[in-house]
């Protein structure tokens, strides 16, 4: 028996929504939780030798919100730190769509965050550069860091 055109329309299309409903719960419910950790040796030509072997932890698109709680961020912050970082990074989202209310807890469960040679950020929320910040490096601050500390570097 040969399906109808209608028919077969009608089975793609519902399998195409079932595909997208699928991912999109999929995300939403597991993927989001998902915190990963990645070691890479960068070999870099004409480095200081004071500087061979330095450790830098980078932390970005934290997306602090309603949907992604503060023990998904204190997770993130233990594994960086757990990984003895001699500078530490951020680089930038900390909240979802520039949600004010969790501007001020994000910083709080960020605080923790310390290394030898100081902790940057950059000021950038959900991909808006800060170049009214003056500095002349697309937002990228590095007198006192989120967390309140200066860095040594």
Known sequence: MLLSRRTA??????????TVTGAAAYGAAYERHR????SVSLPVSGLPPALDGLRIGFL??????RT????????AVELALGERPDLIVLGGDYVT?????????????????HAPHGVYSRSAVSGWSSPASGSGHGGWRTSRAC???????
Not at 60 to 65: A, E, Q
Not at 98 to 110: F, H, I, N, S, T
């Open 9 to 18: 329309i009608k089975g793609l299309l519902a399998t195409a929504v079932g």
């Open 147 to 153: 967390c309140g500390r200066r860095p040594t570097l």
């Open 97 to 113: 769509f520039g949600d004010r209310a969790y501007v001020g807890p994000v910083a709080e469960l960020l605080a923790p965050l």
């Open 60 to 65: 970005t698109d934290i997306h602090h919100s």
């Open 35 to 38: 915190i990963g950790l990645t």
């Open 68 to 75: 992604l709680p503060a023990a998904d961020v204190t997770r």
